[in-house]
């Protein structure tokens, strides 16, 4: 009895991973994706700005994004990431509200939430993307004929 419940806590365990990699749909591998979006923002006032903020979580190491990394803010509604550590990773984008002056500070009074691509209500059509990344391995060296 304690081997078959052994088994079957380790069988759980191991799907447990085959699981979360079901919740992606399409897995890119690249070093650098274009991101894109739909504004979350209202129409702004004078002195008011939106500024999208995107960021990128490893997949693996942080299933439930307490540690994302900022990889760039734009006005527009893409970006291009350049990812160069392996890793698979989630994309997430928010919008900030900010008010200031061209050319001045702009100072951020409010936030929407994270918009991230392994959540289909965010994504377009529901299909749900990660991006992978794999560096090159080195060149064989010391290459030679054997007599």
């Known amino acids: 009895m304690r081997k078959l419940m052994f088994i079957l806590v380790l069988v759980l365990f191991l799907m447990m991973p085959l699981s979360a990699e079901a919740q992606v749909n399409n897995w890119y591998t690249t ?3 274009t991101v894109a979006w739909d504004s979350g923002g209202s129409i702004v006032d004078v002195g008011e700005r ?3 903020v995107v960021y990128l979580t490893n997949f693996l190491t942080d299933p ?5 990394v900022e990889v760039g803010r734009t006005e527009l509604g893409q970006l291009s ?3 160069g550590v392996k890793g698979s990773y989630i994309a997430g984008v928010k919008t ?3 008010v200031g002056e061209v050319g ?3 100072t951020a009074v409010s936030e929407s939430t994270v918009s991230w691509s392994d959540d289909p209500s965010v994504c377009e059509n529901g299909s749900t993307f990660g991006i ?3 560096p090159s391995p080195n060149a064989p060296g010391n ?3 054997i007599p």
């Open 31 to 33: 070093n650098q994706a």
């Open 50 to 52: 939106h500024m999208n």
């Open 64 to 68: 439930n994004k307490t540690n994302p």
């Open 81 to 83: 990431v350049t990812i």
């Open 96 to 98: 900030v509200l900010e």
């Open 104 to 106: 001045g500070t702009w």
């Open 132 to 134: 992978r990344f794999y």
């Open 143 to 145: 290459f030679r004929p």
